[in-house]
């Protein structure tokens, strides 16, 4: 299983004082190989600590750090108007193993308006308003803007199911939905976004990813599947 560690509240505030201890053992015992870090007053990050020019770059500086010692992890940064400060210091000199996810409604599934034409300095995904139901339509314009370049998109909030019993689960039908939609479009399943030990991206810039990921405090995994785009 291919899986992601979606960090929140305490967790991003360790990594932004430089501790990766609980990131390090998420990758080598459990074996998570991405890393998002949701950096945002709505997941309970700190953002006081990077609310100034001068905590801004300490944290960035911590990141990056963080960043180059667990070279063979992909590190997700959040990008909106609440991460700016981080993204755009670390953005400067991207390390290899960095990607953004184009989020401006900092995780609460609040649908975009329109989609931001990325970075073309990292590796990069989606999310916002995203669902079974309008993955199809949201994703042609994503390829569009994307030209040819990896892509993945992420949500959470429209695959959860409510029980009868009143308990609120991530529905995994509702996950698989979306697979189909993707692989429907034809795409075709392809390789996992990889580092080598020295963080060197050896992504195919073919393959597009999916994500349908989980949102808690601490970590939770994610289910990603890579696509590859049908050239015939």
Avoid at 1 to 27: S, W, Y
Avoid at 44 to 49: I, R, W
Avoid at 61 to 76: G, M
Avoid at 153 to 172: A, Q
Wanted: charged share 25%.
């Amino acid at each position: 299983m291919r899986l992601a560690a979606h960090l929140c509240g305490t967790r991003v505030d360790e990594l932004l004082r430089g501790d990766v201890a609980f990131v390090r053992r998420l990758h080598e015992e459990v074996g998570f190989g991405r890393v998002q870090i949701n950096a945002t007053s709505a997941n309970g990050a700190c953002v006081e600590a990077f609310g100034s020019d001068g905590g801004a770059d300490e944290c960035a500086a911590k990141l990056r750090a963080a960043f180059a010692q667990l070279p063979q992890v992909e590190f997700i940064l959040q990008r909106n108007s609440e991460t700016r400060p981080l993204w755009q210091r670390l953005l400067h000199e991207p390390s290899r193993n960095m990607s953004v996810l184009y989020d401006e409604s900092m995780g609460l599934g609040i649908s975009a308006a329109s989609w931001p034409t990325p970075d073309e300095a990292v590796p990069f995904g989606f999310a916002g308003g995203l669902s079974p139901t309008n993955l199809q339509q949201e994703l042609a314009k994503m390829d569009e803007i994307a030209a040819g370049r990896v892509i993945w998109v992420d949500m959470e909030s429209s695959l959860r199911t409510e029980l009868l019993d009143g308990r609120d689960i991530f529905d995994c039908n509702k996950a698989m939905l979306c697979v189909e939609t993707v692989v429907a479009m034809g795409y075709q399943p392809g390789l996992d976004y990889a580092h080598d030990a020295d963080g060197a991206n050896k992504t195919d810039p073919s393959y597009v990813g999916t994500t349908d990921s989980d949102l808690a405090d601490g970590a939770d995994a994610d289910a990603a599947t890579r696509k590859k785009m049908k050239t015939s």
